[in-house]
């Protein structure tokens, strides 16, 4: 495995690569990003990925500067998973200032973009940037950030881009919570109550499952659950897998629908997302 840092370097090590699956990352891995890795064998002789922190898609009050930065650790975890590591500094992702960026849809603007505006502009941005540089045929990404996977898509289709995405299922611990680098800032006590998000989405997938239709009503009950228990939630939210737009009960003739239940909420200082896929037919 080759640790590069630099652009140059890695465009003349990937030069005569074909068929390179790419699997861009903040590093602080855990088993969802090597899961991802492993993934890309399946789909590239060649699999690259990226560690890099990057600043554009932090706020002025979110943790940039604590992030975890664990490259040496997250390089020994890639040893016979990923050929190729890229590993740039911010100088080199930006040697001047950014002045020219993406912009994402009106989607991102709701959900992750309203708690957090202009994250998924420097989110989207960057992201550019990594498959302008590596060029890959597939990238893949992690469901678990559900609304940073749909916006990736959208880019890749409308700016013509000719990259296969694929989203990788979420990873759980054995109570259900969705693994991320951010878990590690929960108390002993936080992380045990952690798992509760995960039952409150399975709640109301279970709820939907069984003919409940009054999606706002569901949103509210789940919010109200939450912060019963300490919790300071963000949103619930009842959406449509094709656009995240609202879902809205199906009036008329039978249809099958692909929801997803998207969540984020705050539990101490750590702020947790995940979300749950689910099908029904009316």
């Given at each position: 495995?080759?640790?590069?840092?630099?652009i140059a370097?890695?465009?003349?090590?990937?030069s005569?690569?074909?068929a390179?699956?790419?699997?861009?990352?903040?590093?602080n891995?855990?088993?969802g990003?090597?899961?991802?890795?492993r993934?890309?064998?399946d789909?590239?002789?060649?699999?690259?990925a990226?560690?890099?922190?990057?600043?554009?898609?932090?706020g002025?009050?979110?943790d940039?500067?604590?992030?975890?930065r664990?490259?040496e650790?997250?390089?020994?975890?890639?040893?016979g998973?990923a050929?190729?590591?890229?590993?740039?500094?911010?100088?080199?992702?930006?040697?001047a200032?950014q002045?020219?960026?993406?912009e994402?849809?009106?989607?991102a603007?709701?959900l992750?973009g309203?708690?957090r505006?202009?994250?998924?502009?420097?989110?989207?941005?960057?992201?550019?940037?990594l498959?302008n540089?590596?060029?890959?045929q597939?990238?893949?990404?992690?469901?678990?950030d559900?609304?940073?996977?749909?916006?990736?898509?959208q880019?890749v289709t409308q700016?013509?881009?000719?990259i296969r995405i694929?989203?990788?299922?979420?990873?759980?611990a054995?109570d259900?919570?969705?693994?991320?680098?951010?878990?590690?800032y929960?108390?002993e006590?936080?992380?045990?109550?952690?798992?509760?998000?995960?039952?409150?989405?399975?709640?109301?997938?279970?709820?939907?499952?069984?003919?409940?239709?009054?999606?706002?009503q569901?949103?509210?009950?789940a919010?109200e659950?939450?912060?019963?228990?300490?919790?300071?939630?963000?949103?619930?939210?009842?959406?449509n897998?094709s656009?995240?737009?609202p879902?809205?009960?199906?009036?008329g003739?039978?249809?099958?629908?692909?929801?997803?239940?998207?969540?984020a909420?705050?539990?101490?200082?750590?702020r947790?997302?995940?979300?749950?896929?689910?099908?029904?037919?009316?």
């Open positions: 495995m080759q640790i590069i840092s630099h370097d890695l465009r003349t090590r990937l005569d690569e074909r390179i699956a790419f699997v861009p990352t903040m590093g891995l855990h088993e990003h090597l899961d991802l890795t993934l890309a064998r789909h590239g002789d060649c699999v690259v990226s560690i890099f922190v990057n600043p554009l898609q932090f002025p009050n979110e940039f500067d604590k992030y975890p664990t490259l650790t997250d390089c020994a975890r890639l040893q998973l050929d190729v590591v890229f590993a740039p500094s911010v100088n080199e992702m930006y040697p200032q002045t020219v960026f993406v994402p849809p009106p989607i603007d709701g992750e309203a708690a505006p202009g994250h998924f502009r420097g989110m989207a941005t960057v992201v550019l940037k498959l540089i590596v060029q890959p597939v990238a893949l990404f992690g469901k678990k559900y609304q940073q996977l749909h916006i990736i898509r880019m700016l013509n881009l000719p694929i989203g990788g299922e979420t990873v759980r054995a259900g919570l969705a693994l991320s680098s951010r878990n590690q929960l108390s006590a936080e992380r045990s109550e952690a798992a509760f998000l995960y039952r409150a989405l399975q709640g109301m997938r279970q709820a939907i499952l069984q003919g409940e239709r009054n999606f706002e569901l949103e509210k009950r919010v659950a939450l912060a019963a228990r300490g919790w300071l939630p963000d949103y619930l939210a009842v959406r897998q656009d995240l737009q879902a809205s009960p199906v009036q003739n039978p249809a099958q629908r692909e929801l997803v239940i998207l969540a909420a705050k539990l101490g200082s750590t947790l997302l995940d979300n749950v896929e689910v099908c029904i037919v009316d």
